[in-house]
């Protein structure tokens, strides 16, 4: 499994982040995304609220059950080794952070899941990969842009590396460009007014056009 998720992620370019989605409003809302061409979802956990990170495990659960063997999900925002746990036990299988932690990492790897830790600095990145990471996410990277990208992986070229925070459909074939594999896309993505509203059909418009904008360039 975890050699395919590798391969899906190159494939596929795209993870879609969700975050702050209920469990009853999950299914919906990644029907949405797969319609608009969406095939790896990621759902967060929140770090403040215990009982939301149930209701994540609960999510995850549901998309890994309803959409096997269509769309794979993976845990993000994952800062401990028991939410590693928590994840692989609701089916996640691949583990997403915001931060590069050498526990985390090899907890995920000892687990056969696929490792995407955060990391901004070459030192960081170059940690998560002597760790076991299996890509490394630039985080946040928006702010800084493709330049950034480049610059990074001129000396670090053997780092799978994603581009997250701040990416959207009229940047990411810049990132996938400057030398990302792949990014992370949320928030310019999955817009919670269109969830509370119900307006489904605009979260698949917004996928398709993010996906354009990946086949089109990336």
């Known amino acids: 499994m975890r050699e395919q998720i590798i391969q899906q992620v190159k494939a596929e370019k795209i993870i879609v982040i969700i975050r702050g989605v209920s469990s009853d409003r999950i299914l919906p809302v990644a029907q949405a995304l797969y319609d608009g061409g969406v095939r790896m979802i990621e759902v967060t956990f929140d770090q403040k609220d215990v009982e939301k990170q149930k209701e994540t495990v609960e999510c995850i659960r549901k998309i890994a059950e309803h ?7 993976g845990a993000g ?44 600095t070459p030192t960081e990145v170059m940690n998560a990969h002597h760790w076991g990471a ?10 800084l842009g493709a330049g950034y990208v ?10 799978k590396l994603l ?6 459909a009229d940047n ?3 990132f996938l460009a400057a030398g990302c ?17 119900g307006e489904y059909e605009k979260l698949t418009e917004a996928a398709r056009e993010l996906m354009r904008a990946v086949e089109g360039k990336g």
């Open 134 to 143: 299996d890509f490394v996410k630039l985080f946040p990277v928006g702010n």
């Open 77 to 120: 925002t994952v800062t401990s080794t028991k939410l590693v746990e928590m994840a692989a036990e609701a089916g996640a299988q691949y583990i997403i952070s915001p931060d590069t932690n050498e526990a985390v990492i090899r907890k995920t790897r000892e687990l056969g899941l696929v490792s995407m830790p955060g990391a901004l």
């Open 150 to 159: 480049k610059a990074v992986k001129a000396p670090l070229n053997h780092v």
């Open 181 to 197: 594999c792949g990014a992370g896309v949320g928030g310019n993505l999955v817009n919670k007014k269109w969830i509370e509203a």
């Open 67 to 73: 959409f096997q063997g269509k769309v794979s999900v």
């Open 172 to 174: 990411v074939a810049d």
């Open 163 to 168: 581009a997250v925070g701040g990416v959207n």
